[in-house]
């Protein structure tokens, strides 16, 4: 199975600041990476597919970049309701699909 | 909208089994690939598998290949998970979503508790 390693595991982070969480593959995945965001709550919203790929309805300051094995989602400008975590997941050729440990994003 | 509504919170014995159930509306369930998941603390969600509710045709993590069943009713556009024999391993948040490798729509969640 493809390992997911995400880091940080966790990131202290103030309101309006651009902040990378990165994700690295334990081999290459061509892009086939996806973003999803967990709030407190539970729920999870999915974020970027095919690495850069904006969801509908996801504001413009959440991107996705990457390639070979290591890609990253930056916030551009962080909001109130963008504290929350936060997991990369590998789709490439064959199951099983794998997520990253998830990354939670904390009001410094 | 499109909505994913899931049973509530099981509390099971262990060696018992459990059947968790996903709701759908808003979409086409009959043409449609249902995922479920599994989340415990550390954090961490693996993938189970996906059945097609057309067919039924099906695809598991072979991590829980005799654990999970997946199983469909299109009639009621829901979807299933039968979870058997069940340990304390398998304590955990199960989630279901829309899609077969990019997961566009998550249900809420339950929580099954594994305790005699």
């Known amino acids: 199975d493809i390992q997911m390693t995400q880091t940080p595991s966790s990131m202290p982070a103030s309101l309006g600041e651009r902040v990378t969480i990165s994700c690295r593959a334990s081999?290459?995945?061509?892009?086939?990476l996806n973003w999803y965001q967990q709030k407190p709550d539970g729920t999870i919203k999915p974020l970027i597919y095919?690495?850069?790929n904006l969801q509908s309805g996801v504001p413009s300051r959440f991107s996705g970049s990457g390639s070979g094995t290591d890609y990253s989602l930056t916030i551009s400008s962080l909001e109130p309701e963008d504290f929350a975590m936060y997991y990369c997941?590998?789709?490439?050729?064959?199951?099983?699909?794998?997520f990253g440990g998830g990354t939670k994003l904390e009001l410094k | 909208q499109v909505k994913l509504l899931q049973s509530g919170a099981e509390l099971v014995k262990p060696g018992a089994s459990v059947k968790l159930s996903c709701k759908t509306s808003?979409?086409?369930?009959?043409?449609?690939?249902m995922s479920w998941l599994k989340q415990v603390p550390g954090p961490s969600i693996e993938w189970i598998g996906w059945?097609?509710?057309?067919?039924?045709?099906?695809n598991y993590n072979q991590k829980f290949k005799g654990k999970a069943t997946l199983t469909v009713d299109k009639s009621s556009s829901t979807a299933y998970m039968d979870l058997s024999s069940l340990t304390s391993e398998d304590a955990a948040v199960y989630f279901c979503?829309?899609?077969?490798?990019?997961?566009?729509?998550w249900g809420q969640g339950v929580m099954v508790t594994v305790s005699s």
């Open positions: 979503a829309r899609g077969v490798t990019t997961f566009d729509y």
């Open positions: 808003g979409f086409t369930f009959s043409t449609s690939y």
């Open positions: 059945i097609y509710a057309g067919d039924g045709g099906t």
């Open positions: 081999q290459g995945i061509s892009n086939y």
């Open positions: 095919y690495t850069s």
């Open positions: 997941q590998q789709y490439d050729s064959s199951p099983p699909w794998t």
